[in-house]
Every structure is written in structure tokens, then in C-alpha cells.
């Protein structure tokens, strides 16, 4: 799978970032190895002037700022990894679409995995509802979780948790025909991250 050109970019930030970084310590560690909480002051309360005060404050300083850049990045990048698999799934599964199949009998196709939660409630311009998730959708498969896996409600809380700001897929099972939903959850006007209400579907 090639690269984009933002994943190309944001690599190349990242790399940028991680130099200046290594640059940086050098620059710490050929100061007496004062490092990143090294005392700046001798026993009397005066700078040191066996170092550069100044140098080391400034490098301190920076690298504060680089490594949060650097946690920004990372998370573009984690961001655009998704989307591009996103983006390769649906190629393929467009592409199966195109493949001619002979179909017997009526009964809609069956998810590889019964459904494991059920939707009862779904808050107006919440994300799950501006993802397009409906009250009676039965949820098939929600991130990485599936009936497979599946041990408890508290398991899709922490998903959504780890997730607030990165898509989510969902697959559902509405009125017997299967749809695939891109949930993105986050902070609204409401309570949680999804506006919406599961429960789990006893056998």
C-alpha cells in the first residue's frame, strides 16, 4: 500500500521533530551532562558558572515544545494510518461487488458474527447520531469488539474511551440487511462521548 503524500509529510515531521530532539540532548549532555532536571545553581543560590545557563534553559525549553509537537504528530499519524486502511477496505469491498454471484433463495446475507449489543437510545446531534446509528440497530461489530470477544459492557466504554477523536468502525445489523458505520466519539452538547445507549442482547 503506497504512502500518501500527508502520511509522506507527516513522517517527515515526525523524523524532523525526533533530530531536533537528539540535537538538543547533545547540546544538554556536553553542558557537565546537566540533562533535563540537572540543577542550574551551585550550593550558594548563584548560576553555575561551570555551564552555559542560558543554553541549557533554552534546549529545556524546546525540547518541552518539540515533544509536544511530537505527540501531536503521532496522533495525525495514527489518524491518516486509519483512514487509509479505511480507504483500502472499501476499495476491496467495491470491488467484490463487481464480482458476478449466484444468489439462491431470498434470505438477506447473514453477518459472519451475530450481533452482541442492541441500540435503545440515540441523543439528536449526538456523534452516534450524526454517524447515523438508529434505536433497534443490533451492533455486529463495534471497533475491535465482536460476539467473539465480547466480556461486557465496560469493554465498549473503554474502546470509546481510547478512541474520542479517532473513527470507529461499526458494523450493524438494521432490519436484517447489514450496514457499516464510521463513529467518531468526542465530547457534545450531552453526556458521554457517543450520545447513545447500549445493551447487551441475551441468548
Not at 53 to 75: E, F, G
Not at 161 to 166: F, N
Request: glycine share 8%; aromatic share 4%.
Amino acid at each position: 500500500m503506497a504512502a500518501s503524500e500527508q502520511m509522506k509529510t507527516l513522517m517527515k515531521q515526525r523524523d524532523d521533530i525526533q533530530k531536533e530532539i537528539e540535537e538538543l540532548t547533545d547540546v544538554l549532555q556536553s553542558q557537565k551532562g546537566v540533562g533535563l532536571d540537572g540543577p542550574l545553581v551551585d550550593s550558594d543560590g548563584y548560576p553555575r558558572n561551570d555551564i552555559d545557563v542560558y543554553s541549557v534553559r533554552h534546549a529545556r525549553h524546546r525540547i518541552a515544545c518539540l515533544q509536544t509537537d511530537y505527540s501531536a504528530v503521532m496522533k495525525d499519524i495514527e489518524t491518516e494510518l486509519y483512514r487509509i486502511h479505511a480507504e483500502l477496505r472499501e476499495s476491496r469491498e467495491d470491488e467484490s461487488h463487481d464480482i458476478p454471484m449466484e444468489v439462491t433463495g431470498s434470505a438477506p446475507t447473514s453477518p459472519q458474527a451475530p450481533p452482541f449489543v442492541t441500540v435503545d437510545r440515540v441523543d439528536p446531534s449526538s456523534p452516534a447520531a450524526d454517524a447515523g446509528l438508529q434505536v433497534g440497530d443490533e451492533i455486529v461489530e463495534f471497533g475491535s469488539v465482536t460476539s467473539h470477544n465480547f466480556t461486557g459492557l465496560k469493554q465498549i466504554g473503554e474502546l470509546v474511551h481510547h478512541s474520542v477523536g479517532r473513527p470507529v468502525r461499526v458494523a450493524v445489523l438494521r432490519q436484517e440487511k447489514s450496514v457499516l458505520i464510521c463513529l467518531t466519539p468526542g465530547p457534545w452538547s450531552g453526556r458521554g462521548n457517543l450520545g447513545c445507549n447500549i445493551v447487551a442482547i441475551k441468548r
